[in-house]
């Protein structure tokens, strides 16, 4: 009879049983398949379109969170930087502690009478002028507590002075870029709430 019915009207079941209320649908009309079809496939698809915006809103809650969190640890951008300092150039065979022993060894070699005390000065003066020259390098990201760069004539050790916290640009763009996605996750359930009043207040 319902079906009989609807190919008078030429309208297909969906289009016929949307603007009849759903107490109706329910309870006079809920022994015609059609019907029972027909509400099984809305219920279906308000449980479709609420997982969707779940899903979403929890996708956004993961992503901005994650975004916060790399902001914070520096992942994408440095947010530390790290002082490096080296004394001078070591050359080959010579120990690393040249530099805080080299006054103290032409003082042993003159006390030997191995050299005089100009000779002393003299070859003083010439490591300051050209062995000993400090040189402090900054790198934001860690090389260790010393590692070793070779320069022309040997090599320069340098150790770590300082690390100190900077705020990266990036950091502060990815930060509220993430605090925007994430919330963007309570705007989705509320979104999703609104809809879903705005449909049941529709089929009343």
């Not at 015609?32 to 479709?48: C, E, K, L, M, N």
């Not at 070699?109 to 100009?118: C, P, S």
């Not at 003299?122 to 070793?148: C, H, I």
């Amino acid at each position: 009879m319902f079906s009989t019915i609807l190919a008078a009207l030429e309208m297909d079941a969906a289009t016929f049983l949307q603007d009849v209320d759903s107490d109706v649908l329910a309870t006079s009309l809920r022994h015609i398949p059609a019907v029972t079809q027909f509400t099984s496939g809305v219920a279906a698809a308000q449980v479709h379109d609420t997982r969707r915006w779940l899903f979403g809103s929890a996708a956004a809650w993961v992503l901005g969170f994650a975004m916060m969190l790399a902001a914070n640890d520096g992942i994408f951008f440095p947010n530390k930087l790290y002082t490096y300092s080296s004394p001078g150039v070591i050359r080959p065979g010579e120990a690393e502690n040249v530099f805080s022993t080299y006054r103290e060894v032409l003082g042993n070699q003159m006390l030997a009478k191995q050299i005089t005390i100009e000779e002393m000065a003299k070859q003083s003066a010439e490591f300051m002028a050209t062995r000993n020259r400090p040189l402090t390098v900054e790198w934001p990201d860690s090389r260790g507590t010393v590692y070793y760069e070779p320069v022309e004539n040997g090599r320069r050790r340098f150790e770590l002075v300082t690390t100190r916290h900077v705020e990266a640009n990036g950091n502060r763009i990815l930060q509220y870029i993430g605090a925007i996605v994430f919330a963007c996750g309570f705007v989705g359930l509320f979104i999703e709430w609104r809809l879903r009043r705005l449909k049941n207040k529709q089929a009343k």
